[in-house]
């Protein structure tokens, strides 16, 4: 039985280092095979998450976000078509290499979905489905490339180097890894299946890297540290979801809890298989994830800053100027509990 560890298990092992400012860090990465963003932060297709606001702001930001596929085809369209343009004028924002990311599924309308996105200006789809290491979704992929010859597709999610393989010989173009492990996801609790983050994205980027095919590490982020060992395992851009959350560009309205004067802002936070989620849709079975109500966190560039911050600060630890630097440099080293815990600011937890 093999051993699988995850972001609590590990940390990043300081090296010699000869970088004299962290601004110095540059960390332009690759989104997909064929585009680029120069930070790697990619805001989650959730409909909690990302809608044009998100996009819109992840991209001046530097990163991406993905729209979800839950509305309908028209107004997903419009969201993109919308991303393309400054708002109030007629001038494109963006240009050709940029990706401009939406998410669709891989039954009913689909193909459609996938075609009216194009037509609207998305450059990159992302097939969202639980389990990527599916008939369907290899199918998707080739079909989608098919009709579409010039549009790339992110498959997934997937945790396995079996399924990578699979699913990067049928043509994907960046994959998604995490099964799982969302910080609302209820998937291992309800079937028992998933695979740690660490081990996950090491096992897929070690397949990946022959393909030439980009890693996007989805799911298991609690605080800044883990995007800085998603990126150490080998991945090219981090997936967030929950660090997002509650911010102002997320869909959804700013709710006041509790009374006057001692009121608190928040905004809902609700995995993408929770009841919450799939009511709206009108569905009500399969049900492997959950819902919260998040404080409400401000501006959503506070928190890329910060995250920022702490990457650069992370490759400067490992003499590191780049992401192609910090992925031949940085070495893992597996921690015990009593590590774990030694971690932690100790005052504020006795």
């Not at 699913?167 to 028992?192: F, M, P, Q």
Request: aromatic share 4%; net charge neutral; charged share 25%.
């Amino acid at each position: 039985m093999k051993r699988a560890l995850t972001y609590d298990d590990v940390n990043i092992v300081p090296k010699y280092s000869e970088l004299e400012s962290r601004g110095d860090v540059k960390l332009n990465t690759r989104f997909t095979k064929n585009t680029e963003i120069t930070i790697p932060i990619v805001a989650s297709p959730m409909d909690t998450v990302t809608e044009l606001d998100m996009a819109r702001e992840m991209m001046e930001l530097g990163g991406v976000g993905i729209v979800h596929r839950f509305m309908s085809i028209e107004k997903q369209a419009k969201m993109i078509n919308e991303l393309c343009y400054m708002p109030g004028t007629e001038h494109i924002i963006v240009n050709k290499a940029s990706p401009r990311c939406a998410a669709v599924g891989v039954t009913g309308d689909y193909l459609e979905r996938s075609q009216e996105l194009f037509n609207n200006g998305c450059n990159v789809l992302l097939i969202d489905v639980a389990h990527g290491h599916h008939k369907l979704v290899g199918e998707a992929i080739e079909e989608i490339k098919t009709r579409l010859e010039q549009i790339e597709v992110i498959a997934g999610s997937v945790a396995t180097g079996e399924a990578t393989k699979y699913l990067c010989e049928k043509g994907a173009d960046a994959i998604r890894v995490g099964i799982g492990n969302g910080s609302l996801c209820e998937t291992r609790i309800r079937t028992g299946v998933g695979i740690p983050q660490v081990f996950a994205i090491i096992d897929c980027v070690s397949i990946a890297d022959d393909y030439n095919v980009p890693i996007i590490a989805d799911g298991g982020v609690r605080n800044i540290g883990d995007v800085c060992k998603g990126l150490a395992c080998g991945a090219d851009t981090i997936m967030l979801g929950s660090l997002l959350s509650g911010t102002k560009e997320t869909p959804g309205t700013i709710e006041k809890i509790g009374k006057w004067p001692n009121e608190q802002l928040h905004k809902k936070y609700r995995g993408s298989a929770s009841l919450d989620s799939k009511k709206s849709r009108g569905h009500n079975k399969n049900v492997e994830g959950n819902h919260k109500v998040i404080p409400y966190k401000g501006k959503v560039k506070r928190i890329i800053n910060d995250i920022q911050d702490g990457i650069r600060s992370s490759f400067s630890y490992v003499g590191a100027n780049t992401i192609d630097e910090f992925h031949s440099k940085v070495e893992l080293m597996e921690v015990t509990m009593a590590g774990n815990l030694e971690g932690k600011p100790h005052l504020l937890t006795t």
